[in-house]
Antibody, heavy 120, light 107 residues
């Protein structure tokens, strides 16, 4: 059974940093690209970043480019998101999501999310 | 960036009735479109991908159609567990965007 478990969320001041983790199990982690998708309170979904299975092919949404860094450790089956220079509009639930087998277009498994609150 | 626009924002439907949700892309996304269902406090669930292919375990009452810029999700006979928010999502050139969602509520 595929499982994705995010951690690392919390309250941080504007301008601060936070690192999110996503522990994966139930599939061959290194064979799949992984994503971060966020959802502000009461709002819709926003794709944040993708990383390829080997750690190459990294992409970011314009809203986080230059501030967030996605990475992965395939030996630990773990995905990361380093978030720097955080702003109030980064407040959201952050989900990690696995791509569907055979394509990077869609997300077939999601974690339950970790809440990030940026506030003074 | 491709903008996805969903309509209506809220759809009030009685159990057993048919629900039709629309999604429009600001430019063609071919058939690179998915639909997700999200219930309160839960993560999204993939329903449809490639515009019309049901994901694993998704009941046949869910169907998707369309290509280019106009897409439709149809729920043929709403069950109690189908009341939720539905999002469309497109992929194009290493960019993924979602619609703002349609809430399907009990009439």
């Amino acid at each position: 059974e595929v499982q994705l478990l995010e951690s690392g969320g919390g309250l941080v001041q504007p301008g601060g940093s936070l690192r999110l983790s996503c522990a994966a199990s139930g599939f061959t982690f290194s064979s799949f690209a992984m994503n971060w998708v966020r959802q502000a309170p009461g709002k819709g979904l926003e794709w944040v970043s993708l990383i390829g299975g080997s750690g190459g092919n990294i992409y970011y949404a314009d809203s986080v480019k230059g501030r967030f860094t996605i990475s992965r450790d395939n030996s630990k089956n773990t995905l990361y998101l380093q978030m720097n220079s955080l702003r109030a509009d980064d407040t959201a639930v952050y989900y990690c999501a696995k791509v569907l087998l055979g394509t990077h277009y869609y997300f077939d498994y999601w974690g339950q999310g970790t809440m990030v609150t940026v506030s003074s | 960036e491709i903008v996805m626009t969903q309509s209506p924002a809220t759809l009030s439907v009685s159990p057993g009735e048919r629900a039709t949700l629309s999604c429009r892309a600001s430019q063609s996304v071919s058939s690179n479109l998915a639909w997700y269902q999200q219930k309160p406090g839960q993560a999204p669930r993939l329903l449809i991908y490639g515009a019309s292919t049901r994901a694993t375990g998704i009941p046949a009452r869910f169907s998707g159609s369309g290509s280019g810029t106009e897409f439709t999700l149809t729920i043929s006979s709403l069950q109690s567990e189908d009341f939720a928010v539905y999002y469309c999502q497109q992929y194009n050139n290493w960019s993924w965007t979602f619609g703002q969602g349609t809430k399907v509520e009990i009439k």
